[in-house]
Every structure is written in C-alpha cells, then in structure tokens.
C-alpha cells in the first residue's frame, strides 16, 4: 500500500477513499501521512458503497480512487468491475487493495480497469507472511514516471529494474519466494477457477450450516467474500464472550474485529488448510457458544 502512494501520488495530489471499516481507513490514514488531500465515502459497515455519491465526488479534480476490494474487517466484498467502469470514464487512477481476495474471489485486472493492485502471501495464498506483490497497468506506469516525490526502499522503479536481471534491489526474503513458487505450481496444476471455487464452496458451506443451526445467526455483509464470513451473533451475546469460550473450552483462536460493531459478530476464515468438515464443526460450537455464554456461564 506504501508503494502504491509514494509511487503513484505527490503531495498535494487529490483521491477519494472508499471507506467501509478498518482498512478503508488504514488508506486514509496513509494518505494523510503522506500529504495527499483526501476526500472520503464512507459507507456503512458491511453495507454496498452510495454510487450516487461517489459520482459526484468525482466530478472534482480526483488523481486516484482508492479502495479494499475486500474489507476484512466486516467481510463485505466491494465490486471492482463496476467501480472501476465509473473511475475509468473519470480518467482517474483506480487503486486496489485485494491483499485478502485474490485467490479467493475472482479478480481481473485489465477488464475492471484497475491500475495498481496488491497481494500479500498469508491470506488466500495460505501462507506464511512476508512478502506483498505489487503490479502496476501503463496507466500507473506512466504516471509513476511523473512523481517526484523521494522514497528509497519502496522505490517502485528500482523494483522494476531489477527485475529485468532475475533479481530485486535487497536481500529478498528466499523461503518465502520458494514457497510462493511451489503455491504457483499447484494453483497453476488445479487451475485458478478450481482455487477460488475450493474457497467459494467452504464458504458457502459454513454459511447453509450456520444459518441452518440458528435462525439467530446472520451474515453482516451484505455482499461477503470467499475469504471469510463476519457472523453476527444473537442480541445479547458479545462477540468477545463468544471467542473466550471457544478459547478456553476448545484452544480456537478467533480474531476479534475492529471496527465500532466489533461485539456484534465475529470472523471466520475460508482459507487455509481448512475442510467442509472443519467449518461445519466450527458452526456447531458456535451454535455451542451462544447457548453457553446465555446460561449464564462464567464466560459471560
């Protein structure tokens, strides 16, 4: 994400920020620190982006559009294809955070009219973090050319160079390259479709058991990734409740969310080395968990 900015953005430089949770303020935040004037839509939590709105934030002078194309912290899944369509006609840069749904969700580069795109290696690709991928379009190229602002170890040209010799300009991290290597192999030897679709159907498998065990239990966003599913839990069960009891009765580590709702759901991955067995046990002692934490128990 810093090298999208110090690369494609000089101080001064306008973008609209798509801001649905923690990540979508994450680009805010950088972009303050950088000095880029930033305009914001924030959308509600989970909840699809005001169009209407964003057309008319863009008949300003806008340099770049920036946005998460997964918002982890709610789950909810943004359409790139048709926000790159409006940012396209609006000759402004379209700046893609898909770090969690590359791998996951299907995702196409060229035809969504998207100029600069990242990846890191412990979402979808499952496995360890380490390393972030970055590609840039022509666009993105051309503009690069015309910054001037300093940057040094994120200094997307020298990365470009070097390529052209095998290499990078520092010491890579190499057993994490040779282990992106092997993931290639395989997701090149299944296919890309069969990689993703292995995650579509985890995910809706958990979600038809979920919503089957339950008529409590809901899905906060309104349009969810492959990635992972943000469960809203009954009134008057707190998220932090639920994940002490699977914690301490089970040793399941959940990740508690961030945002200003995070007590009301709670995430569960798709990725990984995870099965349709797995996620059906996961929502049965979530299931397990609401009916604890509401006897009363000492986890309450």
Partial sequence: ???????????????????????????????????????????????????????DLLKDRVDAVL????????????????????????????????????????????????????????????????LGYIAFRDQALERMSRVKRPRYYFDAPAY???????????????????????????IKSMGLDRWIKRHADLAGSFRRQLLKSS??????????????????????????AVIAFMRERYDWWFAPATTSRKDQYIRVSHMGNVTRELMGQVALRLFEAVKEVRTGGKLQ
């Fill in 67 to 130: 946005v998460n194309m997964h918002e982890t912290s709610t789950g909810f899944l943004y359409d790139i294809q048709e926000l790159g369509a409006m940012v396209r006609a609006r000759g402004a840069l379209f700046i893609v955070d898909a770090v969690s749904a590359i791998g996951a969700d299907p995702f196409q580069m060229d035809d969504w009219n998207v100029d600069c795109a990242m990846i890191s290696t412990q979402k979808a690709l499952a496995l360890l973090p380490g």
């Fill in 1 to 55: 994400m810093e090298m999208a900015l110090t690369n494609l953005l000089d101080p001064g430089d306008a973008v609209v920020v798509i801001n649905g949770g923690a990540f979508g303020q994450k680009w805010v935040d950088m972009c303050e620190a950088f000095g880029v004037e930033v305009s914001q839509l924030k959308t509600p939590l989970g909840r699809r982006p005001d169009m209407n709105a964003l057309s």
């Fill in 215 to 240: 008529p409590e239990f809901g899905l906060f966003a309104e349009c969810p990734s492959n990635a992972l599913t943000a469960v809203t839990l009954p009134d008057g069960v707190s998220a932090g």
């Fill in 160 to 186: 470009l160079g070097n390529l052209l010799r095998g290499m990078t300009p520092f010491t890579p991290a190499m057993v994490s390259i040779l282990q992106v290597e092997e993931r290639m192999k395989q």
